[in-house]
């Protein structure tokens, strides 16, 4: 997230309100169709799935084009159901008229998310994020030796990691310890908190493997500012992979 502060530390001026616009596209696909199913096994193919509606945006082989186009997304599976659930968000409007026809099990909708946030709002909130910690590396390593992402695995630490990054009333958006906050507050015990399987990807992205957690509950604005720039670039990692995106209502 970037900041207009002084330092990276100093309190931000959260101003009273700030409006957030996106594009918002729903997808419900037949999980047993293969184009779903693959997308369902298969963590670089979900997010080739995403990437599809936004054919022509920026030019091909940009590596940094879902973050141009502004794309985050989030999905569930209704197993009993065989549904495919696919939540994707942009600051452009998706194409999906080049999706195989029978992996849709209904038409896809969009809608225009144009919503004014303000200090004191509640909002109801769903996220599935990559909660990860980073490990130094081992005392005599080699020297540019990257630091190693450990994933959370259990509903406490995913509550404290969710918590660095909410942002009580008159604290700053970027926390003394480097960490982006959100832009709002809330009460961690009331989370509702859900560790979701991981998702991978065979050869040739042999070693992805991402862990994701789920969490919901109610949060109130404390810096509308910071809320609208957590809402359009999510939050945590892997967001290219269907982590981060926080859905409001």
């Known amino acids: 997230m970037n900041t207009t502060a002084a330092t990276p530390h100093a309190p931000s001026d959260p101003g009273r309100a700030a409006r957030f616009v996106a594009t918002q596209s729903l997808l419900t696909l037949d999980a047993r169709h293969p184009f779903a199913a693959k997308s369902l096994i298969d963590a670089q193919d979900m997010h080739r799935t995403v990437m599809s509606g936004f054919l022509g945006w920026v030019e091909e082989g940009s590596p940094d084009a879902r973050s141009q186009m502004g794309i985050l997304s989030t999905w ?59 490990l130094p590396p081992a005392p005599g390593s080699p020297p540019k030796t990257r630091s190693v992402r450990v994933p959370h695995t259990r509903p406490e630490h995913v509550r404290t990691w969710f918590s660095h990054r909410l942002q009580p009333s008159g604290e ?6 480097g960490v982006t906050r ?60 269907s982590c981060g995106l926080i859905l409001v209502r």
């Open 182 to 241: 959100i832009g709002a507050d809330a009460d961690t015990e009331r989370l509702a908190l859900r560790i979701l399987p991981r998702i991978s990807s065979p050869a040739p992205h042999k070693g992805l493997r991402i862990a994701r957690a789920e969490i919901k509950g109610t949060l109130t604005v404390t810096d509308p500012k910071a809320l609208v720039t957590a809402l359009t670039q999510g939050i945590g990692h892997a967001r290219a992979y």
């Open 172 to 177: 700053p958006a970027v926390a003394p310890n």
């Open 76 to 134: 569930t599976v209704d197993l009993r159901q065989a549904r495919l659930n696919l939540v994707v968000q942009s600051s452009v409007p998706a194409d999906w008229s080049g999706m195989p026809r029978g992996a849709l099990a209904e038409a896809p909708q969009t809608l225009t998310v144009d919503r004014t946030f303000r200090i004191g709002d509640r909002v109801d909130f769903r996220t599935v994020v990559n909660p990860v910690r980073s």
